[in-house]
């Protein structure tokens, strides 16, 4: 058996642009995700200050908006998103125990978030787009070499 090389066609480059957005999308943020599960960082407390909301066809979304704390006053971090929070979460004014896992928008609850699920998902997405594109341009190829021969056995009469 031999492999057979093919010339990549347009889909395919086009699988393999997306497989590869999908890897820069997520890769660099596997770490930080994990670090988010874990509540691992720096504790601290949340001020909420204004509510963001985002309006979709039947749908709104929205997070807090405000300044993070570290508990030993060090950090300050103003103008970053509670993640997770939504409109009925807080009021403005409000504080909350909070996380910082060094992500540059966002803090956490002490609870940690579920966002590494995404992650870990977006980045096997790319690779299985990068590995069926590879299986389309690197197919093996028969060239009859493996065939049985048949032989017919004598008829009776």
Do not use: N
Not at 63 to 68: E, H, L, N, T
Not at 80 to 85: A, I, M, R, T
Not at 91 to 100: E, K, M, N, S, Y
């Amino acid at each position: 058996m031999t492999v057979a090389k093919r010339r990549p066609g347009a889909f395919d480059l086009a699988l393999v642009v997306m497989g590869l957005l999908m890897l820069l999308a997520s890769v660099p943020e596997i770490g930080p995700s994990i670090r988010a599960a874990r509540a691992d960082g720096v504790s601290g407390v949340f001020t909420a200050e204004e509510l963001r909301c985002v309006q979709h066809p039947g749908h709104e979304s929205c997070v807090w908006a405000g300044d993070f704390a570290s508990a030993d006053g060090r950090i300050l971090r103003p103008g970053v998103e509670l993640y997770g929070s939504d409109r009925d979460t807080l009021t403005a004014g409000q504080t909350t125990p909070a996380v910082d896992t060094g992500r540059a928008t966002r803090v956490y609850g002490p609870g940690g978030s579920g966002e590494w699920m995404f992650t870990i998902l977006l980045a096997l997405a790319g690779l299985a787009v990068l590995t069926a594109v590879a299986g389309r341009v690197r197919r093996p190829r028969d060239r009859g070499s493996a065939r049985a021969v048949m032989v017919a056995a004598p008829q009776e009469a």
